[in-house]
């Protein structure tokens, strides 16, 4: 069923995405109408995933897997998805993760990520001001056993417990019972209706105790108690792992605290936040200062104390609010950059250049201090203002590890931006996250691509959808069953290569770089002659295609098979533009490198040969030289 219902939606949503992506040929009603799409398509798409796990956690088929997982990492990871989506409503979000808890767990990424989405989601979707809190630590007086089907690594069980608080509508005591129900929402008269088919919570409840643990509403908040909105708990049972200590940076905050009497500058407009996040400076060791508006900001930096501000971190959602400041100043500020002051970012959005001037220069020219600026990810025309104005720019909502790091790095080398060479570090808007790329996708990265796959429809989308990202019609072939795609592969990619047409007209005579491969497919599925074509003799290693799953039976295990079959990817339909793009600049990348260390082994064996020739010269001669003596003897 869920290969059926999916497959269809694949047409749906990739055509979609391939006319959204035509950009400037499209009309403004044009691009309204197929938003509504594309939003109904994704609606429709939740719902079948809601339908289908719940059916199969009724029917007792849900199999749940158990790997590691780098916490902080996970945690930020996942809150970048709805980041922008509560940034856009103006709300905060901020995640605290105490010290204690451990880098390294082992459980379900995929159904954790579930669960902490659906909170998410849910409570920004019921908030309409303030923030969404999230809140780790290890509940030291509950001890949860692992589940009987976890395959423990002999590492120390500790309870994870995850608290998420928000600052929305709130749910009465009286409609609590209904919270977990399937099918069942919380409906109140003071409150508007909003949509969804209840078996969220439901679900994740259902996830939590599979997991050995429990799930829950507090009649009263831990966090910020006496405010409006909701507060939920869930506990699970996990394995520690243990993270060597040259991986620590990566991954967490070390015990030390390095800024002892360093002082830093918050400008953050939400109190609540505001405050935790000086309780987490303070704990490294930094003396804070908190403004809360913008006169309270000007106060500190006028007047700042006696040995000044290292740091000053500023939230740049005070530069989109209506203010007037023509009477702030009696004396005009030097700008640091000329750039007229009646830009905007939108017609809808005013946008005070003036004040980010004039935090810029007192900041930097005056205090000296280091300038960090918090920024969404959604604007780039606001980056590319903005970037030219601070020292260093993180995304918001900011995550704790990655601020720690930054400002580690910027006490190290304050002129070194707080740039490491490895990427997952840190989110710093820079221009090259805004400059469109220069050649087309398919130059950057040239493939041949064989295209195995039954569904007309589908075959269409993808091929489109190859077209979109630059390649051309002799870049690719398609054929409809394993079978032909098994022969197909063994013609371009068998030695010796016999070069025959397969389907239509095909004018490249090169082997194939990667197969997209569809795994239900007549005469024979995909896993079939995936396992055909690894153990194909006619095929030597240097020339077998790098194989991606194409599936819409989204099911645990079926990737474990797809792998065991040989696949290097798996992608589940619907698929999306950007799904395809990475898993071919992916397959780009692992092929080079298979080619380099092709080229490198075949450049060490030519050396050895060279070497072992000059020995037996080297022989021949010593031996030709003895016996010319012996004979002049």
Known sequence: MSHEIRT???????????????GNNLTAEQKEVLGIIRHSSEAMLMLINDILDLSKIEAG?????????FLRDFVDNTVDVLGEQALSKGLDIFVYIAPDVPHLIRGDLLRLRQILLNLLSNAIKFTNEGQVILMLSIAKDVKLNLPQWCAPMGGETQTIHLILRDSGIGIPPHLRSKLFLKFS????????????????????????????????????????????????????PCETGIVPPEKL????????????????LVIKSNPITAEMLKDVLLGWGFEVDLAHNIETAFSFLEHPPAQGYKFVLFDCSF??????????????????????????????????????????????VKLKSIFIILVSLGDRQKQKILETHADVMLSNPIKISQFYRCLLNLQRDPKGRGLESDSRQYSPVTSSMTDQLEKPFAEQHPLRILIAEDNMVNQRVIQKMLIKLGFKSRDMNLCDSGKKALDAVKKYNGMPAQHMEVDGDDVNNNPYDVVLMDV???????????????????????????????????????????????????????LTLQHLEDALKNTHRQLEQRRQARQDAETNDAMNRDAKGRDRDGDASEQDHRQKKQKSL
């Open 319 to 364: 530069l989109f609010r209506p203010a007037d400041l023509s009477t702030r100043w009696s004396t005009p500020v030097q700008r640091r950059v000329e750039i007229s002051t009646s830009i905007s970012i939108s017609t809808s959005t005013p946008f005070q250049l003036e004040l980010l001037e004039q935090v810029d220069h007192l900041t930097r």
């Open 249 to 264: 940076p990566l991954h967490g905050i070390t015990s030390s605290t390095p800024f002892n009497g360093d002082r830093i």
């Open 185 to 236: 929402q919380v409906r109140d008269h003071t409150s508007k209706q909003i949509g969804g088919t209840g078996l969220g919570l439901a679900i994740s409840k259902s996830l939590v105790e599979m997991m050995g643990g429990r799930m829950w509403i507090a009649d009263e908040p831990q966090l910020i108690p006496n405010f409006s909105g909701s507060e939920f708990h869930f506990q699970i």
């Open 520 to 574: 239900f497919m007549p005469e024979m599925d995909g896993l079939e002659a995936t396992t055909h074509i690894r153990s194909d003799a006619t095929i030597p290693p240097h020339r077998q295609p790098f194989i991606i799953a194409l599936t819409a039976n989204a099911m645990r295990g079926d990737e474990d098979k797809c792998k065991d079959a040989g696949m290097e990817l798996y992608l589940t339909k619907p």
């Open 61 to 69: 088929k849900l199999e749940l897997s158990y790997e590691n997982i």
């Open 8 to 22: 269809p939606m694949n047409g749906v949503i990739g055509g979609t995405d391939l006319l959204l992506a035509s």
